[in-house]
């Protein structure tokens, strides 16, 4: 089958939506499957199958930066590669966002899947438009949400019926991830993976370091990622930030790595959070899991089954909770156990096949 997958984000910008986009059409190719990939990106793709049709521009939405392309240049450059590829089905992710997944749904004439990926708590600027993406919707055959809370927040914009298939994690990756990463310092290790803002919770994390470090002279924070909330660090005593490991941002398959080394991994997010790719990929590496008590994390973690979960914006909570399972390892080793069996419910070998089956019915639907 000839399958174009349109991702609405820059290409070489950190984010689940481009992981996740990535990697399904690997595993597409993989499994013997054409694909072409359509994406926004200030420079070529590094990927033979991926086309760059639209220079990103970052839009502030929803506690966010969202880089997307919407312009009479990507508009041209879309329509054409969508012609000459000539696909057997178009697979949009997040198509209601003004960028290249919505531009692809509006140049093609073939059957079209739709995944949305976005929560949030509530959007004026959604319901403002709402009008407009229903006719973008109406193109669509399958609609397609990663979680029950994306779902609910498609359907206060848009009605009709929509599909669960969760997002792929390449498990096996994390599961044998080679020798922990080098470098690191002696000790137990708390590691974050996620950008350093407010939605993302990093202040709280912080915070909640600056209580684990009074007491647990051997802990230390690793932080993977980036953002504007690194000047949070600073905010550390010395003794505390001495105990930091500031690793910037770090490229997707080089993140095992650190996971190996890693005793307890971290997600404070304080909402709009649909999943939690990075939740499960801690828990198919083997780490145990405390994150935040929101929609989308409590779907993909049982508290006190996969992981311990927290209220949000609680740094005493994350605190606390990130000492038992330091502290308590018969708690931790249940947590890793569970975890790893829940992971492998969001392995590629499993979310693929399901959307195999979304792609062929779409066509029989439109022939």
Known sequence: MRVLLACPYDWHAPGG????????????????????????????????????VGRPFRVPYGGTVAPI???????SKVRGRVRAFAPDVVHVHEPLTPSVSMLTTLATEAPIVATFHAYLDRSRLMQLAAPALRRVHRRIGVSIAVSEAAAGFLRRVISGLVEIV???????RFAHPGPPAEGLPVGRLILWVNRLDPQKGFGVMVRAFEELAKERPDAHLVVAGDGRDRDALERLSGQA???????GTVLHEELPRYHAAADVFAAAATGQESFGIVLVEAMAAGVPVVATDIPGYREVIRD??????????????????????????????????AGRERARTYSWSEVVPRLEAVYAGAVATAR
């Open 17 to 52: 939506v481009q992981v996740h986009v990535r990697q399904l059409g690997s595993v597409l190719r993989d499994r013997g499957h054409e694909v072409l990939v359509l994406a926004p990106g200030d420079a070529p793709a590094t990927e033979a199958w991926v086309r760059i």
């Open 69 to 75: 392309s919407f312009s009479p240049s990507a508009w």
């Open 166 to 172: 969760p997002n792929g994690v390449d498990v096996e």
């Open 241 to 247: 930030r001495r105990r930091v490991v500031h690793l």
């Open 304 to 337: 006190g089954v996969e992981g311990l979960l927290v209220p949000p914006d609680d740094p005493v909570a994350l605190a606390a909770a990130i000492g038992r399972v330091l502290d308590e390892p018969d708690l931790a080793h249940g947590l890793v156990d």
